[in-house]
């Protein structure tokens, strides 16, 4: 005899994202009123941890987070802040998230708790994944410092940290209980960070909204400039932007076999991990999204002019798009890069689906990328990197 039985539920998520300044200055309510508004009768137990590059910058961050929790009594701090190695290295090595849960358990947070992260988009996805993991999901608050964290990576529902020698091996699909960017954060950040996250937004503006990209352009000079009302802006719409797809997509767990906000990244996660992690996230992105946009003005899907005027503005906002990376090979002569093919495949399985462009705005899915297009691909952007005099007919 044969039996089943069928199981079918959903699970609605929601979060906000809070954009403002000085989030810990003493006057400013709205993270102690939202965290005290979901906790009461209860005072809001939190673990603070805290990137160490954003310390570093911010040496009275620990104090003032102290006394910010100290002066609202819906509060609660559960021990000092944690500290942990900013970048790469707080998901290349699983001690991070270790000391994490080791300190879920021994203080006290449960599931009514908050694990509440400062850091860049590194310390945030491997927070997130040890805030998923512990007792099966603590709730986590976001407090992203960097640009590329407070314009995708924190706004999102990934986390996860690196394994295997690869990206995001493992992690989970959790979405935060809420996330707070303070754009004051940013003006501490190295030039290379302040324009790393940039990439993002034009990655975005390309797949989604030709009038981003048409501002970007606009905006490149107060952007390089490091004027703040300019970033904000950014931020704002590049998350909008990420958070109307997560939302609106119909797959925001990633369970199909295309990952559109992953434009231009099959490549710019390999030469993250060819380099070392030498190239930052967002400069490999930049890199990936050049080597894509040619590629499909190469393969007939989007005019010369269009895919110029991507390369331009990549370039406009200081962005290198050439990395040697993108030439070594392997012993067989196939490129290295082309690895990152597989893996992009892989981490989601089914049948290789990239996302191209057809217009600037506008994405178009392939499920074939040919390595001689590739190939006069990164002619075409090391032809670009040359100082002039050098540069070979394309
Ligand atoms: N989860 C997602 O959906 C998602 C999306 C995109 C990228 N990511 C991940 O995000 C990571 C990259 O994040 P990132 O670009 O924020 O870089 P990062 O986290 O590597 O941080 C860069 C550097 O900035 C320092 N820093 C952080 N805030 C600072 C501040 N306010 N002032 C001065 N220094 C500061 C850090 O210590 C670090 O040294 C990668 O691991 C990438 O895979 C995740
Ligand atoms: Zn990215």
């Known amino acids: 005899m044969q039996k089943s039985l069928h199981q079918s539920f ?25 965290l005290a508004g979901l906790s009461a009768p209860r005072p809001a137990r939190c673990l603070v941890v805290l990137d160490d590059g954003l310390l570093a910058c911010h040496p009275s961050l620990a104090s003032d987070i102290q006394a910010y929790m100290q002066a609202h009594p819906g509060l609660e701090l559960a021990g000092e802040c944690l500290v942990v190695p900013g970048g790469e290295a707080a ?18 947070i449960d599931r009514h708790a908050y694990l509440i992260a400062l850091g860049g988009g590194a310390v945030l996805d491997m927070a997130g994944f040890a805030a998923a993991v512990a ?21 999102g529902v990934k986390n996860g940290i690196n394994a295997f020698g690869k990206k995001n091996f493992t992690g989970a699909f959790a979405p935060p209980t809420a996330v707070f960017n303070d754009s004051t954060f940013l003006s501490t950040l190295d030039p290379r960070d302040w324009r790393s996250g940039m ?4 990655k975005v503006s390309l797949i989604k909204e030709a009038a981003f990209f048409r501002w970007l352009e606009a905006n490149a000079g107060p952007l390089n400039a490091r004027e703040l ?32 906000l992953d434009f231009g990244h099959w490549s710019a996660h390999k030469l993250e991990q060819l380099t070392r992690y030498e190239l930052r996230h967002g400069e490999a992105v930049a890199i990936g999204l050049a080597l894509d946009s040619w590629y499909a003005h190469l393969a007939g899907l989007l005019g010369r002019d269009e895919a110029q005027a991507i390369l331009d503005l990549l370039q406009n906002l200081g962005f290198e798009l050439y990395h040697p990376a993108l030439e070594w090979e392997d012993d067989s002569g196939q490129l290295r890069i082309w690895q990152g093919l597989r893996e992009f495949r892989e981490h989601l399985g089914g049948r290789l689906t990239i996302m191209l462009l057809e217009a600037i705005g506008k994405g178009i899915e392939v499920h074939r990328i040919e390595e001689p297009g590739i190939r006069a691909s990164i002619r075409k952007l090391k032809a670009m990197h040359q100082p002039a005099g050098l540069k070979s007919p394309t």
């Open 10 to 34: 959903s699970v609605s998520f929601e979060y906000p994202v809070y954009f403002t300044r000085g989030l810990f200055s003493p006057g400013h309510t709205l993270l102690a009123e939202h």
């Open 91 to 108: 998901k290349n090595d699983r001690q991070w998230a270790d000391l994490l849960l080791e300190a879920v358990e021994q203080r006290g």
């Open 135 to 155: 007792h099966r999901g603590v709730r986590h608050i976001r407090v992203p410092t960097t640009v590329l964290a407070q314009n995708d990576s924190g706004v």
């Open 199 to 202: 990439a993002e937004a034009v």
């Open 229 to 260: 009302p300019a970033m904000e802006k950014l931020i704002y719409e590049c998350a909008r932007l990420h958070m109307e797809h997560i939302a609106g997509s119909g797959d925001p767990f990633e369970k199909g076999s295309s990952r559109p």
